[in-house]
T-cell receptor, first 111, second 113 residues
Framework: NAGVTQTPKFRVLKTGQSMTLLCAQD?????MYWYRQDPGMGLRLIHY???????AKGEVPDGYNVSRLKKQNFLLGLESAAPSQTSVYFC??????????FGQGTRLTVV | DQQVKQNSPSLSVQEGRISILNCDYT??????FLWYKKYPAEGPTFLIS?????DKNEDGRFTVFLNKSAKHLSLHIVPSQPGDSAVYFC????????????FGKGTKLSVKP
């Protein structure tokens, strides 16, 4: 069982560049989430999706866009990367119960 | 405003002793609480949860206690083992809120042999 898979695992971007982070889950979960983790800040919700074709903003959505064209995939885009977006990004999915399953994370550095 | 607070950034415990990790919350609408464990370079993994209708939930060496009147929960690990060394996140949600989990900042537990 793959669970939740994130690609890429590491990336270095220059300021102003764009990129897309991919999250894929094979558990047929309806809900999917993107979090970022920064030192001393815990996990903060960026965007989430409650089903295919739907997305919504979380706590820190600015500078990010998302899409959920297929139920199993949730994409996080950075259109113009900034150093403040240097972080570790985690994707999670959830079933009807509240326990969330997380991917292994994407470490992004913006220089 | 932090809705879920873990006021101790770190905790060091001797192997075999009890580890107690604390978490406070401010939102009285929260009705489900979870603890996640995170090792370096890995994603968080679910550890144990408790519904607001209970005051205790036990799973092997792990017990979570909930004090609703104080808006406080704690995770007890007995006995602590070196493999328990990790960052522990407390999380809370409101059922029906589309699964949105609000996380605390985490407590780094070090269990020394």
């Amino acid at each position: 069982n793959a669970g939740v898979t994130q690609t890429p695992k590491f990336r270095v971007l220059k300021t102003g560049q764009s990129m897309t982070l991919l999250c894929a889950q094979d558990m047929n979960h309806e809900y999917m989430y993107w979090y970022r983790q920064d030192p001393g800040m815990g996990l903060r919700l960026i965007h989430y999706s409650v089903g295919e074709g739907t997305t919504a903003k979380g706590e820190v959505p600015d500078g990010y866009n998302v899409s959920r064209l297929k139920k199993q995939n949730f994409l996080l885009g950075l259109e113009s990367a900034a150093p403040s977006q240097t972080s570790v990004y985690f994707c999670a999915s959830i079933s009807g119960v509240t326990e969330a399953f997380f991917g292994q994370g994407t470490r992004l550095t913006v220089v | 405003d932090q809705q879920v607070k873990q006021n101790s950034p770190s905790l060091s415990v001797q192997e075999g002793r009890i580890s107690i990790l604390n978490c406070d919350y401010t939102n009285s609408m929260f009705d489900y609480f979870l603890w996640y464990k995170k090792y370096p370079a890995e994603g968080p993994t679910f550890l144990i949860s408790i519904s607001s209708i209970k005051d205790k939930n036990e799973d092997g060496r792990f017990t979570v206690f909930l004090n609703k009147s104080a808006k406080h929960l704690s995770l007890h690990i007995v006995p602590s083992q070196p493999g328990d060394s990790a960052v522990y996140f407390c999380a809370a949600s409101v059922r029906g809120s589309q699964g949105n989990l609000i996380f605390g900042k985490g407590t780094k537990l070090s269990v020394k042999p």
